[in-house]
């Protein structure tokens, strides 16, 4: 079959068309489309990555790069590397989460290997359990791209392999053996780097779980590897709803004519898309660019779900922005623009802390019947609160409650906050561990 250069290739000038022939020396269009075929030939070496884009790094550097994928690996598919604009690679946003930097082997002051804990909290292989009724379920421990911000970056090249069926079926028998567990989570690595067929075995297994109301995938493959969402995987996804995808955009030029191809087929096969950005400096820590970002996503209709705060994992150190940047893009989005595209800005708590959502205060003040509150403009206005509202005391006892929700859809306990709110329950506070005020009360007594 003769080759057919240049088919889908998104070009933006003189020096992305070499790269495009470059990559096309050694393949025809056909695999150009060919997920596996990008798999094969994912650029893994400071090598390759001068060939293929036909730039020259400094010796010196080059040797500290070197020195940087011993610890973290590189892994670029040549899709992603092909929209690397080389004219100014240095400040590309494709290359610096692709490519290694000697910022990566800085270990800050407050760096962490698992910063999540997402070891501790695992009960079974595979699984993290920390919320009540949901899990993540690493199901696969390799992904086509290996993004210099991975929060779990300690793992990255590790063991870059699929688990086989038995390890997999440890984390679903956890999960079959959890009742509380409603939504599960796949997670990895990137869950599609399993085949179809594995997938669609998983997907099967997990839906014959009573309890599990929900399955979410998380995957970067629409940014980094948009072939790999073919026809023959949607008419297989399809099959399984609820069938929710989350996956990765980070910069409005991520968004080409491949990926929003990749985008329709899924949302087409009626998957809820959702995108979860990561707040990274130097790539899109700007209030237009993330709005920008996220009315593209909008359109081709993924729900902008998460803006994260970079995490405190080694070798991430140089993209962490104040969490004070966070906020100030949510205040220019929040009223600006369509409530859709505004995601909750999380920060994911050291030590296992969960994800804890942080925005712009809107509270200005507050008495016993009115509060006070600000908008986008800055208008500062009144509201009323109701001159009666009969607020019930609540037993838990909905068979007794007027608002007829079915006692068997209301079983699971308050914890946290929301028991201290709760009437039903007497706790008054909840103390750290070690508070040595109290540790002193009861010596006394
Ligand atoms: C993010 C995350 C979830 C899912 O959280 P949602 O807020 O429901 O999207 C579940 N488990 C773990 C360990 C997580 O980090």
Not at 83 to 111: A, C, H, T
Not at 262 to 285: E, F, K, M, T, Y
Not at 356 to 378: F, Q
């Amino acid at each position: 079959m003769a080759c057919n250069k240049g088919v889908d290739l998104e070009i933006f000038n003189e020096h992305q068309q070499k790269v495009a022939e470059t990559l096309h020396d050694t393949a025809c269009s056909s695999d150009w489309t060919d997920w596996k075929w990008h798999i094969r030939h994912s650029v893994r070496t400071v090598d390759d990555f001068e060939r293929v884009l036909d730039l020259r790094l400094p010796e010196a550097k080059k040797k500290i790069i070197e020195r940087t994928i011993r610890t973290f690996p590189m892994s670029v598919t040549p899709y992603y590397l092909s929209l690397i604009d080389v004219d100014d690679y240095e400040n590309d946003p494709i290359f610096l989460q692709s490519f290694p930097s000697k910022e990566e082997l800085v270990i800050g002051r407050y760096d962490m290997t698992d910063p999540l804990h997402e070891d501790k909290d695992s009960p079974a292989p595979g699984i993290t359990h920390r919320y009540p009724d949901r899990v993540l379920f690493h199901v696969s421990n390799t992904c086509s791209m290996y993004c210099r911000h991975c929060t779990r970056k300690r793992k990255v090249g590790d063991v870059d392999s699929i688990p086989s069926r038995e390890d997999l079926e440890l984390g679903l028998e956890y999960i079959r053996n959890t009742p509380q567990v409603h939504d599960v989570l796949l997670s990895g690595g990137d869950p599609l780097m399993l085949s179809d067929e594995r997938l669609d075995w998983l997907l099967t297994k997990v839906g014959e779980i009573e309890h599990v109301d929900v399955v979410r995938i998380g995957t970067r493959m629409p940014v980094v590897l948009p072939y790999r969402i073919t026809d023959a995987l949607v008419a297989m996804l399809k099959k399984h709803h609820p069938l929710w995808i989350n996956t990765h955009f980070n910069h409005p030029r991520e968004l080409t004519a491949s990926s929003r191809k990749a985008l329709q087929r899924l949302a087409d096969a009626g998957i809820p898309l959702g995108n979860q950005s990561v707040l990274l400096a130097g790539v899109n820590d700007c209030q237009r660019l993330i709005r920008s970002l996220n009315q593209k996503l909008i359109k081709n209709r993924v729900r902008p779900y998460y803006l994260y705060q970079c995490d405190m994992s080694e070798g991430l150190t140089h993209f962490r922005t104040p969490i004070g940047k966070g906020i100030e893009i949510i205040e220019s989005l929040r009223g600006h623009t369509s409530g859709f595209s505004v995601p909750t800005y999380v920060v994911d708590a050291p030590s296992g802390g969960g994800k804890i959502p942080v925005m712009p205060n809107y509270i200005v003040s507050w008495g016993p019947n009115k509060v006070v509150l600000r908008n986008y403009e800055g208008v500062i206005t009144t509201y009323n609160e109701p001159e009666s509202y009969d607020a019930k005391y609540c037993d838990r006892e909905c068979g007794n409650c007027k608002l007829q929700l079915k006692e068997d859809d209301a079983e699971e306990k308050a914890i946290g906050i929301e028991k201290l709110l709760s009437d039903w329950d007497d706790t008054t506070s909840l103390t750290p561990e070690n508070n040595e005020r109290l540790e002193r009360r009861e010596d006394a007594a």
